[in-house]
Each structure stands twice: as C-alpha cells, then as structure tokens.
C-alpha cells in the first residue's frame, strides 16, 4: 500500500514551453500532497504544500505564476512549470500524506526529470 | 528559518566497514526526524524518530535522536555495496501542513 506514482518520469521541452507533471496516489487519499525540486548532487528542496481543494502554499522564493499547482481531488496533484526555461531543468519529486495514517508520513513518488532545451 | 545539517558530505569505505552518519537541526516545533536512502529516484523511507534515546533497528541499520542535543545518528554496520546511495535526513515541524525540511544528503559509497 501507499503507492504514489507521477506522469511523466521524464520529458525534455524547447524553451519557452509549459510541462505539466501528474502525482497520484494509487491507493490511498491524500488530503495534502508536496512537491520538491531536486538538482544534481544536491538535496530535495521543498517547492510547494499542496492541499485537496485548496490554494497551494508556496515557499520563500519560489514562484507561483511559473509553478503552477492543482489538487483537484484527493489522488490527484499535478504541476505545471509554466514558459519553462533550461534553469529549470531540475528532478521534481512529490510526496503525500495519505489522511488515514500517522501524521508524520510522507510516501514519495519517483520523480519526474525535466530538460529544457 | 527551520534548518538541516548533515555530515560528513561524502563518505567512501568498503565492504564490512561500519559507517555513522550525523544529522544536526535548528526547527521551530519539532515532531520527528526521518531518515531516507535515495539512489537513483526518489527517497525510500528508513526511520522515523520522535522520542529522545529510542533505538531504531532494521537489520544492519540503527538510528537514535538525541532532542536535548538537536541530533540524529543513522549507523550502518558491516556495510555492503548495496548500502552505496545518499542517505537524507529530513525534519518536520513548524507549520501544520507537515512541511518536511531535508538536509543536504551524506553520499556514501562502499567499495568491494
């Protein structure tokens, strides 16, 4: 159980394009999704909360009009890197927190690789 | 600003040797500590911490927080070359949405 899966696992767009990524949850409900960012040799950076329903919270530093998230049901988060440029070529990771079980876990899916060329 | 410092960066050994990975960490509120191994995709959970002096045991893996101190241990012993990948320390706390912070990651390769 608690199998998060994300569409693409990779994609490479011209300059300019928009990229949307899918984060499911496969078996459970997950009221609250998140996504990071990861580049090469360098952690997970939080990017995005995302909840079921609800506006996205951003963090410091990340915009909101070029990352643009959408929890439109309880298996479902997708975001969307909006006019994408090669700064953004980066590993994009969701996680969620499935609603019936112990606050504190997070199930993380594969990560999607984004190149822009 | 919640805050994650791993330690070393990278760490090379080989096969039998016994590794400790250090995870110090400044956060608002704290509720647990996690450690996660990540090789070439996405984190693959280990640990989860929330009580100061409890050993945690998988195997050849055994971690502890010490929450007086701000500190996390994660030991590996008898190592394997399997074990190679960067172990991530994450620590929640702060808002209500269960934000996770990660720290920047000990790359560990274990040699034949």
């Known amino acids: 159980g608690a199998v998060v899966s994300q569409h693409p696992s990779w994609v490479i767009c011209k300059s300019g394009t928009s990229v949307k990524i899918e984060c499911r949850s496969l078996d459970f409900q997950a009221t609250t999704m998140f996504w990071y960012r990861q580049f090469p040799k360098q952690s997970l950076m939080l990017m995005a909360t995302?909840?079921?329903?609800?506006?996205?919270?951003?963090e410091q530093g990340v915009e909101k009009d070029k990352f643009l998230i959408n929890h439109a049901s309880l298996t479902l988060s997708t975001l969307t890197v909006t006019s994408a440029h090669p700064e953004d070529s980066s590993f994009y990771i969701c996680?969620?927190?499935?609603?019936?079980?112990?606050?504190?876990?997070?199930?993380f899916g594969p990560g999607t690789r984004l190149t822009v060329l | 600003e919640d805050k994650v410092v791993q330690s070393p960066l990278s760490l090379v050994v080989h096969e039998g040797d016994t590794v400790t990975l250090n995870c110090s960490y400044e956060v608002t509120n704290f509720r647990s500590l996690l450690w996660y191994k990540q090789e070439k995709k996405a984190p693959t959970f280990l640990f989860m911490l929330t009580s100061s002096g409890i050993e945690k045991k998988s195997g050849r893996l055994s971690s502890i927080l010490d929450k007086k101190e701000l500190f996390s241990i994660l030991n590996i012993t008898a190592t394997q070359t399997g074990d190679s990948a960067v172990y991530l320390c994450?620590?929640?706390?702060?808002?209500?949405?269960?934000?996770?912070?990660f720290g920047q990651g000990t790359i560990l390769t274990v040699h034949p």
């Open positions: 996680s969620a927190r499935d609603r019936d079980r112990d606050y504190n876990e997070q199930f």
């Open positions: 995302s909840n079921e329903g609800s506006k996205a919270t951003y």
């Open positions: 994450a620590v929640k706390g702060g808002t209500s949405y269960g934000k996770l912070t």
